[in-house]
């Protein structure tokens, strides 16, 4: 069992930046794909990005060259950089992880292991 917890959301302007994180706790080990997902009221939840096992990042269409995932493997903890953020980037943002293996991490995982979400509030 992974225990995930999500912080540093907020209100932000168009054009300004957060940084996501996700503490996880538990048999971290076991989790080889990691992810941030988001989900807007009235919307799906959609897939922002991801890194597997090799440390391979995939992004989403909407994000790619304003949003950085990485990881920090000592601290435990999952990061989300976000950059020129736009008000269609308001919504929760989730982090996820999964015992997939690199060849099979993507946004399509029934992912094993969720936070609580934390809140990103984009005024234009």
């Known amino acids: 069992q992974v225990k995930l917890v999500e912080s540093g959301g907020g209100p932000v302007q168009a054009g300004g930046s957060l940084r996501l994180s996700c503490a996880a706790d538990g048999a971290v080990f076991s989790r080889r794909c990691w992810a941030w997902f988001r989900q807007a009221p009235g919307k799906g939840r959609e897939g922002v990005a991801l890194i597997n096992s090799m440390g391979t990042p995939i992004y989403d269409d909407s994000v790619k060259g304003r949003f950085t995932i990485s990881q920090d493997t000592a601290k435990k903890t999952l990061y989300l950089q976000m950059d020129r953020l736009e008000p269609e980037d308001a919504a929760m943002y989730y982090c996820?992880?999964?015992?997939?293996?690199?060849?099979?991490?993507?946004?399509?995982?029934?992912?094993?292991?969720w936070g609580q979400g934390t809140q990103v509030t984009v005024s234009s």
């Open positions: 996820a992880a999964d015992p997939a293996s690199s060849i099979l991490c993507n946004f399509k995982v029934d992912f094993h292991d």
